[in-house]
């Protein structure tokens, strides 16, 4: 038994060898899927009056998502590709307190956002260096954003009825969906593992607006 594991060990030594010194050709087509960590900057303000101007509360943050790819070689270093990404759900909340004549009032916000990408990316590729190739893509990402946003008012003392009692909406829920489009950048270290396999280090950084995301993360890679 032990000298079948060692066979199958040099085999495998030799196979990995030889594919190190002559790594295949690009494989015209491609798949993809991978994970990523997201870290987001976004940038929101509102005006409530009386009381001036008060902050969205802030979902910038990291969280962490997944994508899907497909692709192919239009030349041996240019491709073409879609990819697809979904983040997780980011909260962020805020608590404002201010008077109101003799009174006090409380407004608390609560905000969800997730992003789902859309990219079209143009890729520049290296030649391969043993079982490693670096590829430079660019192109346009659509971003759809939803957010759920719930703010939760309150007066104290309660006021009492009168010639003028001050009124507002004791709950307010929104959901709102946004489509915005902007340019998309990132690297890609290709390692082949196999002939059809490869395992992929990449980064990816999305601009949409005056917002940003950042996406380090890693996937796997499979040519027909």
Same mark, same amino acid.
């Given at each position: ?141 659509? $971003? ?54 490869? $395992? ?25």
């Amino acid at each position: 038994m032990k000298r079948v594991l060692a066979a199958i060990a040099i085999v495998f030594s030799v196979s990995a060898l030889a594919h190190a010194q002559n790594p295949p050709p690009a494989r015209r087509v491609f798949v993809a899927a991978g994970v990523f960590t997201a870290t987001t900057q976004m940038s929101r303000t509102e005006v409530i009056q009386p009381f001036g101007e008060i902050g969205f509360p802030n979902v910038s943050g990291t969280t962490v998502g997944g994508s899907l790819g497909v692709g192919g070689f239009l030349a041996p270093r240019w491709s073409v590709r879609f990819e697809y990404g979904a983040e997780g759900t980011r909260h962020g909340s805020t608590t404002f307190s201010g008077p109101l004549g003799p009174l006090t009032f409380t407004r608390s916000t609560q905000l969800d956002e997730r992003l789902k990408t859309g990219s079209v990316l143009l890729g520049y590729h290296t030649g391969s260096r043993g079982v490693a190739r670096l590829g430079f893509v660019a192109g346009m990402v659509l $971003v759809h954003q939803r957010q759920h946003l719930l703010q939760q008012n309150s007066i104290q003392p309660p006021p009492q009825p009168g010639p003028v009692t001050p009124t507002l909406e004791p709950r307010t829920e929104i959901v709102n969906t946004e489509l915005r489009l902007g340019p998309a950048v990132g690297v890609d270290l290709v390692l082949a593992v196999w002939p059809r396999f490869a $395992v992929v280090p990449e980064m990816r950084v999305l601009v949409f607006g005056s917002n940003w995301d950042f996406r380090p993360g890693m996937s796997v890679r499979i040519g027909f």
